[in-house]
């Protein structure tokens, strides 16, 4: 009988192991799924990454290669303005390229034509070119955007 109860015990005792064994088999596999799945995740997103940066890097090869055009239009938008050829030539030679250039946002957006120009104006007067530059962009693509969907 105490045999039996010994057995009997060891049949549980290997049960046990058992049933322990194949959770941690369970759990180790739940484990390796879940690194595989953020490693497909790392990659999605480096490959996001890849192509946002080769975007940007196509607009700043494109913005460098129209800056001689900026520049002249902008010469031309100062002189429609009242500026004289040589004036206008000084301040749409400060136009750079920067990053918000490429982003093709407007420090105008919300503002009305009274704020825009008074914006212009202060830029003007403090000599600050390439913000005036940045400011006539913005005010010229405001003012063209609806044109061009026509």
């Given at each position: ?8 015990l060891?049949?549980?005792?290997l ?17 390796d ?10 990659m999605r997103?480096?490959?996001?990454l ?6 940007y890097?196509?607009r ?5 290669n ?6 002249a ?8 303005f ?22 093709r ?7 009305s ?5 008074s ?7 403090d000599?600050?070119?390439a913000?005036?530059d ?11 955007g ?5």
């Amino acid at each position: 009988m105490f045999r039996g109860k010994v057995v009997c015990l060891a049949l549980l005792a290997l049960a046990a192991t058992g049933t322990s064994l194949a959770q941690q088999q369970d759990s180790q596999v739940a484990h390796d799924l879940e690194i595989q799945q953020r490693q497909q995740a790392y990659m999605r997103s480096e490959a996001i990454l890849n192509n946002r940066q080769q975007e940007y890097d196509q607009r700043a090869i494109k913005a460098m290669n129209d800056l001689p055009k900026v520049r002249a239009h902008l010469t031309k938008v100062w002189q429609h303005f009242g500026m004289s050829a040589k004036d206008a030539e000084v301040v749409a030679s400060a136009y750079r390229v920067k990053g918000i250039n490429l982003g093709r946002g407007s420090l105008l957006t919300g503002k009305s034509d009274q704020e825009a120009a008074s914006m212009l104006q202060s830029a003007l007067h403090d000599k600050d070119y390439a913000l005036a530059d940045e400011l006539m962009i913005g005010y010229e693509r405001t003012r063209i955007g609806p044109l061009a969907g026509k």
